[in-house]
């Protein structure tokens, strides 16, 4: 079955730029979103298709994907950035989700 | 505004059932790939079934095929989640989640709901 591998936790210092990664088989050749979970609340969609924001999400947050690689960059980033951060694609479809990543902002 | 209510959570003994519904409203259910995603405590995001459209393509992550039957009310624009045969690993939160575009050939969850805790124990 199909895996999506991200690093369990990545730190940054507020107002820098915090990088996520997601790989995978041939992960470029899909589409990837990325969610944000903070404690205690449900995920919600900050990328889809790659690279675009939903209504409402800061341009602070971008995604790339090529190769076997999926990055979401968090740009200036906010002691509110600080949460869960997930990657998605799906295969043959059923859907994958990565492990998910703990962002600290210190 | 697009709004997802989970209920039917509990705790229930190894080997029993449960019933998960999934209320929408500011949208119709058949109008819309509708999934179901679990979250274990203090773990990562698990899919767990989804339902298209017109309702003819199922799936089930390989974890629950045959224990678990994903299906849809349009009358009540609803999503249920009947689960069977439950084991200590279905414990966890159940999330319903919408689709962003229903035309999209690629799932991706724009809208979900607040989740409903299933505690399997003896």
């Known amino acids: 079955s199909y895996e999506l591998t991200q690093p369990p936790s990545v730190s940054v210092s507020p107002g820098q730029t915090a990088s996520i990664s997601c790989s995978g088989d041939?992960?470029?050749?899909?589409?990837v979103s990325w969610y944000q979970q903070r404690p205690g609340q449900s995920p919600f969609l900050v990328i889809y298709e790659d690279v675009k924001r939903p209504s409402g999400i800061p341009e602070r947050f971008s995604g790339s994907n090529s190769g076997n690689t999926a990055t979401l960059s968090i740009s200036g980033t906010h002691p509110m950035d600080e949460a869960d951060y997930y990657c998605?694609?799906?295969?043959?479809?059923?859907?994958?989700f990565g492990g998910g990543t703990k962002l600290t902002v210190l | 505004q697009v709004q997802l209510v989970e209920s039917g959570g509990g705790l229930v003994k190894p080997g029993g059932s449960l019933r998960l519904s999934c209320a929408a409203s500011g949208f119709s259910v058949s109008d819309y790939y509708m999934t179901w995603i679990r979250q274990a405590p203090g773990k990562g995001l698990e899919w767990v079934s989804h339902i298209s459209r017109s309702g003819d393509r199922i799936f089930y992550a390989d974890s629950v095929k045959g224990r678990f039957i994903i299906s849809r009310d349009n009358a009540k624009n609803s999503l249920f989640l009947q689960m069977n045969s439950l084991r200590a690993g279905d414990t966890a939160f159940y999330y319903c989640?919408?689709?962003?575009?229903?035309?999209?050939?690629?799932?991706?969850?724009?809208?979900w709901g607040q989740g409903t805790l299933v505690t399997v124990s003896p």
């Open positions: 041939n992960l470029g050749q899909k589409y």
């Open positions: 989640a919408r689709d962003r575009d229903p035309t999209s050939s690629a799932r991706e969850y724009e809208f």
């Open positions: 998605q694609a799906w295969d043959s479809s059923t859907v994958v």
